[in-house]
């Protein structure tokens, strides 16, 4: 009975993790919005990014790219 | 002994499950040297349908775009200009847009006019059967339906090397 529950138990994180679906390419419509970047300014978050770099003399950690579709 | 044995089993059984679940969500990609996938998809432009099969014996540029894909906007004018340099009984573009609202696409196309079909795919079933991996894919199938070239996004030098593969598929004869 015990076995059962315990198998039980580590099987539910299994199916749970089957839930997480990626999102395929051709489904980024929203991601790719403006609205949906981390930095909505790309020269502001550029500029961020330099000043950063200057003053704390290490590499910056995050990025400037566009939106979320992946193919830019 | 029976412990270890059951234990063993128990733990064969997980893995055989995690190995399932996480093969279950990897797509098959259409290849060199399969057939392309046959499809059948409303037209953009509310015309007619569109489709890959009523093309048969043409070589063909399957082109997947969407208008939140800048890339995809790129290769639009590119595509349109290639398409002029051969002969439309032998050469043909056909696109599939992905958009998730047509209109976006519609919008799009106004602006920037093309003389190939693009049929409308709003919920993927298209590229999910060709198994696209990225945006823009596209691929280039010879007469006889199989695919002899799959292109990855695209960029402005892309033309030139596209159009000696066009130059020779539609010189070869066979059907």
Known sequence: ?72 | MMGRRFRSRRGAAALALATGLLLGTQASAAGVGQKAPEFTAPALDGAKSVSLGAHRGKVVYLDFWASWCPPCLTSLPQLEELRKQFPSDQFQILAVNVDQDPEKARKFLERTKVGYPSATDPKGRIPETFGIETMPTSFLIDRRGVIRYVHHGFRKGDVAPLRERIQKLVATRDK
Do not use: F, Q
């Not at chain 1, 970047?37 to 200057?54: C, F, G, M, Q, V």
């Open chain 1, 1 to 72: 009975m015990l076995r059962l529950a315990v198998s039980l138990l580590l099987a539910l994180p299994l199916l749970a993790a089957s839930g997480c679906a990626a999102v395929k390419p051709w489904e980024r419509d929203v991601l790719a919005r403006p609205d949906m970047a981390w930095e909505p300014d790309t020269l502001e978050a550029k500029r961020n990014s330099h000043i950063r770099y200057s003053k704390e003399a290490s590499l910056p950690g995050g990025g400037a790219g566009g939106g979320g579709c992946g193919c830019n």
